[in-house]
Each structure stands twice: as structure tokens, then as C-alpha cells.
């Protein structure tokens, strides 16, 4: 009576019995005092599980006029606001049953579409910012903020009250621009065209660049589903604003990047721009990543997403950015030798326009026996031979605290140094440290 008892529990625990004898044998054969083997111990092997995070980085601060520092910060936002729903839905218990649908569809659709637009908003203008700030101007943000973390707080309290600002507009574009020191071009025409062609690309570009390092943590680690709404405003937007009036002469920040374009002698119209950002959401793995984590959401709380691989490939990226020489296509993939070795790389040439185009060669590396220490780089090398790149160092001296230190080397003669170096010069290296904690 004793055996069967024992065997009933196991089965109502899910636990298979072949037969009652076997199961009996092994019950009482059974070594309690033994630690169980099934127990999975602690793989100190293993990478770090816990990725999301909320940190200080010395670049947030307006001299260092850091796109990567501020669109980072930017993913932590949202990612936060994903990890919040997720942690209200657990312990609330709201999306059981039917209940999954309507959770998701508030929570993950209607009010993250609200959040998400002032996030693409706020990239938006500290990419304008930026791109006056490194010719030494100042542009002072919607609503006269000289700081963008006071600019986001006021976007955040117009979620509902103002959701789909005119992003585009030349008010925003050109309102509160003040230059506190004369606005330093170079004297070569070349790069003196390519600076004020960056002044007026400056916020579609730092929109789509948050794309970028949003999948390429994705990639590295996972993000929640609820980020894709970022994702696709970091790919839409100026699509959307493009659409608006395909025509020259609409009097929008579109129409004026178009006639820049055509003053320079090349045929890019506002439906060129708008084709190129629709080609790049839909040529791009993660958005069909984003459908599949959003599908296993339904019947997985805790689903994540991390872009779909092959064979250790990853699938490809395409992300679309306006550039002094026209509309460049960035493809971005890479391989995964283990868990915690990846190699990724990236191709980006203009489709449209001048020539140009360069390769990115990246690295990560974790080391989960000292403690989950990571390092990352990456390599840039252009047609023209220019060359740039950065490197990042992160330890955890506790389980969920860490810190940092990393360099980035711009170089404006590249694609990507040309839309994001801090200051306008032949090189520009920025040091930067980050500390946080993990959660």
C-alpha cells in the first residue's frame, strides 16, 4: 500500500512510471541521505541570465553628447517599462485565462504605443541636438529644455495629452536653436557639405541607430517582447513622415533634407526615403523574431526575444540611414560559436547616391567563471581605408551589480562616424565608465 501510494504521487507530479514494480524498486533503493542527481547544480560555465538593467553612464552628461550613451539609456526605459507589466502581471495573476489577450493588448499594444512614441521622440531630438552641439551650436529641446533628461520627463507627462507629436515638423527641426559659439564648419568643401547635411539627418539617423543597438542586445542577450513598438518606430517613423507629401515643397524637415539632396545634384525625393525605411523593416530578421516572441508570450509569461539563428548565423538586420552621400542600407548578422563567444559583423553601403561603404567586425566574449566579466568591440574599416571603432570592459564584482569601462574612436570619414562623433574634428575618442545594477 505503502509502494503504490508513492507511485500515485509521483504520477499526479508528472513524474512517468514504466511499471509499479520498477518504480518501487527505485523508491526504495533510493539513497535519501544522497544528493540527488537531477538536482542541476550551478553551471559556472553558463552566461549571465539576468541582462536587463537600469545604470548611470559618465557619458549622459550634455558635453559628452553621446548618441550611443543616451540610446542606451533609452532601451533601459523601455525594456524597464516591459519588465514593470511583467511584473504586475505575475503578481496580480490579470492575464490568466482570456484575461492573456486583453492584458497584452493594453499593456503591450495601446498604452506601449503611447510611451513608445515619446522614447522615438525623444531619440529624435537629442540626434538633432547632438549633430549641432559637435559643430559647437546649441539647440535647445521642444519646450526650451536645455537638459534632455528634463526634455524626456515633459514627454513622459504628454503621453495622452499630446501622443503623436509632428515629429517632423520644421518647428522642432529649427525652434530654440541657439549658438553659443560660432558654429565651426571645416574649410574643406567636401567635409563641410557632409556637416551641414548631418545637422538636418541628424535625428532620423539616432532614430534608427536606437534600432540598432536595441537588436544588437537582443542578440547579445534578449529583450522583452514589449520593446518592439521601439523597434518599430525606429524603423517607421520617418517612413510614416515621408508618406506624409511626396512632393517637394511640403515644407517639412523630409522636404528640406530632399533639397539638400537635390542642390548636391542627386535624385532622392521623399518617396526614395520612405522606400528605404520600409525595405529595412521588412528585410529585417527581427521583426519576424518580434511576431514569434509575442505568439510564445501567449502561453509564456517569461518569453523573451533574441533574434532567430541557423546554424549558429544569425538572420540578417537591415536598417536604412540618410547620409551625405545618399540612402545606405547597414546589413548586420554574425556568428555564435557557444554561448558565450559571438563574432558580429556588419556591412553597410549607399544604395542610393554616391559610393561608399564600409565593413564592422565585432566581438563578444564572457567569461561566466570570473564572475560574468564581459568584453565587446568592434572594428570599422571603410572603402577608403578610414577606420574607427570601440571596446567595452564590464565586471561584476556582486551577482547584480556591475561596472564598466569603455572607449569609442569616431572617425568622420566613416558612415557611422560621420552621424554620431561628439564633436566635428579628425578623430574624436570618447572614455566613458557606466556602473548599474542588473535585474
Known amino acids: 500500500m505503502k509502494k503504490i501510494f508513492l507511485l500515485s504521487v509521483l504520477w499526479n507530479m508528472g513524474i512517468p512510471c514504466f511499471s509499479q514494480e520498477a518504480q518501487s524498486v527505485a523508491i526504495e533503493s533510493k539513497d535519501l541521505s544522497a544528493p540527488d542527481p537531477k538536482i542541476e547544480k550551478k553551471d559556472e560555465k553558463k552566461p549571465s541570465v539576468t541582462r536587463d538593467t537600469i545604470s548611470f553612464n559618465s557619458s549622459y552628461f550634455p558635453d559628452q553628447n553621446s548618441n550611443r550613451a543616451i540610446n542606451e539609456f533609452m532601451i533601459e526605459f523601455s525594456q524597464g517599462y516591459g519588465n514593470l507589466f511583467s511584473a504586475i502581471d505575475k503578481e496580480s495573476g490579470l492575464s490568466l485565462g482570456a484575461g492573456t489577450f486583453m492584458f497584452d493588448a493594453v499593456f503591450g499594444g495601446l498604452v506601449n504605443a503611447f510611451v513608445q512614441i515619446q522614447v522615438a521622440v525623444a531619440a529624435y531630438d537629442f540626434g538633432l541636438d547632438s549633430r549641432f552641439r559637435s559643430l559647437r551650436g546649441k539647440k ?69 541607430y536606437m534600432g ?78 518580434y511576431m514569434w516572441s509575442l505568439h ?112 569609442e574612436s569616431y572617425n568622420p570619414k566613416t558612415l557611422h562616424g560621420e552621424r554620431n562623433i561628439p564633436e566635428f574634428k579628425d578623430r574624436y575618442n570618447e572614455l566613458w565608465l557606466q556602473v548599474g545594477v542588473k535585474y
Open 140 to 208: 535647445e529641446f521642444e519646450g526650451g529644455y536645455s537638459n534632455f533628461f528634463s526634455f524626456f520627463g515633459s514627454r513622459l507627462g504628454k503621453i495622452f495629452s499630446d501622443p503623436f507629436p509632428e515629429i517632423f515638423s520644421i518647428k522642432r527641426q529649427l525652434a530654440d536653436v541657439k549658438i553659443t559659439d560660432e558654429i565651426v564648419f571645416s574649410d574643406d568643401d567636401n567635409q563641410k557639405y557632409k556637416q551641414a547635411m548631418s545637422l538636418m539627418m541628424g535625428g532620423v539617423n539616432n532614430l534608427t
Open 212 to 289: 540598432d543597438l536595441l537588436v544588437e542586445k537582443a542578440y547579445l542577450h534578449d529583450v522583452h517582447p514589449y520593446t518592439f513598438a521601439s523597434h518599430l518606430y525606429s524603423k517607421l517613423l520617418f517612413a510614416l513622415g515621408a508618406l506624409h507629401e511626396h512632393k517637394i515643397g511640403s515644407g517639412d524637415h523630409l522636404d528640406m533634407i530632399a533639397q539638400l539632396y537635390s542642390a548636391s545634384g542627386k535624385s532622392i525625393e521623399k518617396k526614395d526615403m520612405s522606400t528605404a525605411a520600409f525595405v529595412s523593416m521588412l528585410a529585417s530578421g527581427s521583426l519576424y523574431s
Open 296 to 407: 510564445q508570450l501567449k502561453e509564456n509569461r517569461s518569453a523573451r526575444m533574441k533574434p532567430f539563428e541557423f546554424w549558429g548565423i544569425k538572420v540578417p538586420d537591415t536598417s536604412a540611414y540618410l547620409m551625405s552621400q545618399g540612402i545606405s542600407y547597414k546589413v548586420s548578422s554574425g556568428y555564435r560559436y557557444d554561448e558565450t563567444l559571438v563574432f558580429p559583423v556588419a556591412f553597410e553601403f549607399v544604395a542610393k547616391g554616391d559610393k561608399a561603404y564600409e565593413a564592422t567586425l565585432g566581438f563578444y566574449k564572457e567569461f561566466p567563471q570570473l564572475n560574468h566579466t564581459s568584453i565587446k568591440g568592434d572594428l570599422i574599416i571603410s572603402d577608403k581605408g578610414e577606420m574607427g571603432g570601440k571596446l567595452y570592459v564590464e565586471y561584476s564584482p556582486i551577482e547584480y551589480a556591475y561596472v564598466g569601462v569603455g572607449i
